[in-house]
């Protein structure tokens, strides 16, 4: 960890947006890139994908159309959109890049380099 550097979270009411941002302090991009997140106890659950080169994109359903991902690359930076956020969606999210092929890329252990995580609740 620590390749990647995550802002953006916080304390929100149901039904509000929030923006996530992921950056590269050291260009360490890769084919894939991802969010994550994780709430205590659990195992950390994929959210949002988006490939580098051509940006296509995949989501959890639980999240699938409330939630997009979008990139620069000239910036080495990868967003998360969320709205109509939900209790729910409380956890602490993590940005994380991927080489080599789609197989995978809902595991996280096949994710190489990690941020820190930014914590993300919602209030009912």
């Known amino acids: 960890q620590g390749q990647l550097v995550e802002s953006g979270g916080g304390l929100v009411q149901a039904g509000d947006s929030l923006r996530l941002s992921c950056t590269s302090p050291t260009r360490t991009f890769s084919a894939f890139n991802a969010w994550f997140r994780q709430t205590p106890g659990k195992e950390r659950e994929f959210v949002a994908a988006?490939?580098?080169?051509?940006?296509?994109?995949f989501y959890a359903d639980s999240v699938k159309g409330r939630f997009t991902i979008s990139k620069d690359n000239a910036k080495y930076s990868f967003y998360l959109e969320m709205t109509n956020l939900t209790p729910e969606d409380t956890a602490k999210y993590y940005c994380?890049?991927?080489?080599?092929?789609?197989?995978?890329?809902?595991?996280?252990?096949?994710?190489?380099?990690w941020g820190q995580g930014t914590q993300v609740t919602v209030s009912s």
């Open positions: 994380a890049v991927k080489g080599g092929a789609w197989t995978g890329l809902l595991d996280y252990t096949q994710y190489a380099y």
């Open positions: 988006i490939s580098r080169n051509d940006d296509y994109t």
